[in-house]
C-alpha cells in the first residue's frame, strides 16, 4: 500500500504548519527562487525535491518519469500525489519547519490533485512570455545542464537529456498535432510546450481560491514588487525577509548568460506563424 493512502485530505493538510507548490515550464529562475526560499528561517524549500545546490540526494520522490502520464491522465496524477507526496513523506521532509515548499516544472499537471489533497496549501503558476522561453529553452549544441525545452531535432543528446526528456509533455497518438510533430523544428516544439503548460497554467490558477500567478519578468524588473507578492502569498512577509530576497535577486541562479538562438525577429516565416497561430492570444489573456 502507498503511504498516506486513506487519509482523509483536510487531516493530512492538518498536519503540516503550511505547504505551497510552485509550477511552470521550466526556465523560469525557478532554481533562483527555491534558493533564496532555502535562506529563510522556518523554510524548506526543494527545487524538483532536491535542496538547492545538492543535486545527487533528493528529498522528496522524483516525479520525471512520471510528468508526461499526469499531464495525460489526472486520475494518474491523484495517485502520485497519494503516493509520493503524502503527509508522512512531506513531514518528514518539513521536520519542524514552519513552511515547506516545493518548486518544479512537474508540479504543473498535478496542481488540481495537490489543492484537493492539501486545500489548505498556497499554489503557485510562475509564467514567462513565450519569445523569452523559447529562446532560454531551445539548445541547438553542446549539452543542457537543465534542460527544460526541447532541444534541436538533429542535436545529440548526453543520458541524463534523454531521460529528462522522457517525461516532458508533447503530442501523443490520437493528439491532432501528433502527426506534425516530426516535422516541426525545436523553436516550434517549443513554442507548442510553452502554450500546452501555461494554458494549464493560466486556467488553473483563474479557478482556485488559493491559486497565484508569478511573472518571471516582475522579478527581473522590479524584484521588490514581485518578493512583495510572492512572500505574502506564502505567509512569510516581512521587512527582513523581503529585504533578503530583494538583496539575493542581484546574483540569481542558473542564469544564461547568451542564448543559443535569436529574438523572434530572426525566426522563419513558419516559426512566426506558429507564434502567433498558438501562443499569441494566450499570451495577452495571461499578461492582459
Not at 169 to 181: I, Q, T, V
Amino acid at each position: 500500500m502507498a503511504h498516506g493512502a486513506g487519509i482523509d485530505p483536510r487531516v493530512a493538510a492538518a498536519v503540516i504548519p503550511r505547504l505551497a507548490w510552485v509550477a511552470s515550464t521550466g526556465r523560469t529562475a525557478t532554481m533562483f527562487l527555491a534558493t533564496c526560499l532555502a535562506r529563510l528561517e522556518g523554510v524548506v524549500a526543494l527545487y524538483e525535491g532536491h535542496v538547492p545546490g545538492d543535486p545527487l540526494e533528493p528529498r522528496l520522490p522524483l516525479m520525471t518519469l512520471h510528468n508526461r502520464g499526469a499531464w495525460h491522465d489526472p486520475e494518474q496524477a491523484v495517485r502520485l500525489v497519494a503516493e509520493k507526496r503524502n503527509a508522512h513523506i512531506l513531514n518528514a521532509v518539513a521536520r519542524q519547519a514552519g513552511l515547506l515548499v516545493d518548486v518544479a516544472f512537474y508540479n504543473a499537471p498535478l496542481l488540481m490533485a495537490l489543492a484537493e489533497r492539501y486545500p489548505d496549501a498556497a499554489l503557485f503558476a510562475m509564467f514567462r512570455r513565450c519569445e523569452g522561453f523559447v529562446r532560454s529553452s531551445t539548445i541547438m549544441t553542446g549539452e543542457d545542464r537543465y534542460p527544460a525545452g526541447w532541444p534541436d531535432p538533429s542535436k545529440s543528446l548526453t543520458n541524463r537529456e534523454k531521460f529528462i526528456s522522457l517525461g516532458r509533455l508533447k503530442p501523443e497518438p490520437g493528439h491532432r498535432d501528433h502527426a506534425s510533430w516530426d516535422g516541426w523544428t525545436a523553436i516550434q516544439r517549443n513554442i507548442w510546450l510553452w502554450t500546452a503548460v501555461n494554458a494549464h497554467l493560466h486556467r488553473f490558477a483563474g479557478s482556485n481560491p488559493n491559486g497565484h500567478r508569478l511573472f518571471y519578468e516582475d522579478l527581473v524588473a522590479s524584484p521588490e514588487d514581485f518578493w512583495t507578492g510572492f512572500l505574502r502569498g506564502l505567509g512569510k512577509l516581512s521587512p527582513s525577509t523581503l529585504s533578503g530576497c530583494v538583496a539575493f535577486s542581484a546574483s540569481r541562479i542558473n542564469r544564461r548568460q547568451s542564448y543559443q538562438i535569436g529574438g523572434f525577429e530572426t525566426w522563419n516565416a513558419a516559426e512566426r506563424r506558429f507564434f502567433e497561430e498558438r501562443a499569441r492570444t494566450l499570451e495577452r489573456e495571461i499578461y492582459g
